[in-house]
């Protein structure tokens, strides 16, 4: 093969990959679930890779088991959008969309690393089912 | 009467045996493809898209790099292409697009054109740069977190950091209970967690096996360097199978096929005669298992392929002994 078809070819094969990975992280990327089907919380202590699905199919929890606020909504808050507290005292914003910021007192709520301590263990010293050690949960 | 001609001796090279270095690259690359195409199977438009990416932007890397430097176009030997393919395969099945655009670079640039180009870089181009990514964005590179919302119907966590955790911790797991629940046929089909390129067993095995029959790779190099990883794997299994896996999980899990065949077999930064070449391949399998088992990461190979690639010159200095009598 002479190098200038070497060098089509390449020039060929950048371009039509190019394209193809472009469309790939655009039009055709697809959209992540709706719910959840496993989710990796990381910690200092090592990542949590928590599987949502088994916990709320296999194990047959309902939504509001665990996503406890507001009681009856359609669509679920995530842990994060409450138990993660902005920097510099403000409120999260999942907390202003329904209320006002006079009407909010944070006094009492766990942040995130507590509320899923206290969510984890609790539960499954309460059912005597599922890990309580930290490095059952908390892998490498 | 003899033939005279047959005595004339000329200079080196004798004889050109038709092969040139593209025709090297697109074996490489076709060798790469089974590993390649299981994982975009499993995973989809996402995979694809990693390859893709990293294959093309590996490219323009080199094809930019030459033009600034008003150099001859060189991406039609196809190494850049490799560099990508090779930088995708260590890569999960869904990773950013800036994170391969960003490894490719250092792979194409900082790990081989600012040496000269190809034959001048001293490490393997995508080992370095996912050891920098790795080292830089680790959280991007945890195979567990990038496929979380597939479901497989195999088990979804990388063999090598469960089975390194569990080893930590034999109070809570038993690891050959967990090394059991992987079966050979699981990781030799790429039903296991990993990186696009590194878990389909079989393909790699037979990319590999392909590569040594085309003469594109060494056989000394791979061989040694798997010999390296049973023999040492053994070796830690026998001294406390509580806490260590097995030979066959450590061959057949992580990048240790990937690196055997492509990794650690790169020209540039591989030794070229039989005992470096043995050394070679045996300290990385070594090394690797030594990281896996007693160091910080789970897996071992990128990190061993780099310390080896640095003492390989060391290695060449081991040399036949010359023919003939010096005087």
Redesign the interface.
Known sequence: ?S?NK??K???G??????V??????TA???E??EE?????Y?GAA??V?FNH?IHSYDYGFSCTDCHHHPEAAEEMLSCNACHIFPEGGELPVACLECHGADEVDLTGVPNKTDAFHSQCIGCHEDSGAGPV?C??CH?? | MYNRKKFIVSHAPFWHDGSWIAQRSYNILLAALPAVILSIYYYGLPALGVVALSVSSAMLWELGFTRVSKTADTIGDGSAAVIGMMFAMLLPPVAPWWLIVAGTFLAVVIGKMIYGGIGGNPFNPAVLAYAIIGVSWWDYLNFDAAIVNYDLGFITMFPLALAKHAGMHTDLFNVQQIISSYNLTDLLMGRQVGGIGATFGLGLLLGGIYLIIRGIIRWEISISFLAGVGFTALLFQAADPGRYAGPLFHLLTGYTLLGAFFLATEDSSSPVNFLPMLIYGAAAGILTVLIRNIGAYPEGVIFAILVVNLINPLLDKIRPKALGKVT
């Open positions: 093969m190098s070497e060098l070819l390449a020039y094969i950048a371009v039509v990959l190019l193809m990975g472009m469309l790939s992280y055709l990327s697809g992540a679930p959840p089907l496993r989710i990796m990381r090592g990542g890779l699905q050690e490095a059952t892998i490498l």
